[in-house]
């Protein structure tokens, strides 16, 4: 695979997305492996490149992770948080966090 022009508007336009949007927006579900393969196949890219995608790519991942916690807490308050546009990858992450908080809270509210 190669890096070019149009991936990188790709993923800033996503980046910008998420920085806008309270919800997770909707992403193709292969996104972190096409960020992952343009990081380690970086042939046709210069290093300035290869450093803009890794610092998008993690600020991507850091915004995607915090909607995935404030999902979580909401749904481990009773809420019914907006799941649609979350990878399978972020489900599972949600599913876990939702789990650990769930099992707080029964712990600290004695609620066996």
Request: glycine content about 2%; hydrophobic content about 35%; aromatic content about 8%.
């Amino acid at each position: 695979m190669k890096f070019d022009d149009t991936d990188y508007m790709i993923f800033r336009k996503i980046q910008l997305e998420e920085e806008k949007s309270p919800l997770l927006t909707k992403i193709e579900h292969m996104f972190y492996s096409k960020l992952l393969e343009c990081q380690k196949n970086p042939s046709n890219m210069t290093e300035k490149d290869i450093q803009n995608i890794k610092k998008i790519f993690i600020r991507i991942c850091e915004i995607r992770e915090r909607k995935v916690v404030q999902a979580a807490h909401s749904k481990a308050r009773g809420g019914k948080p907006d799941l649609k546009n979350m990878l399978d990858v972020e489900k599972k992450l949600f599913d876990s966090i939702t789990d650990i908080m769930l099992k707080s809270r029964k712990r600290f509210f004695n609620m066996d």
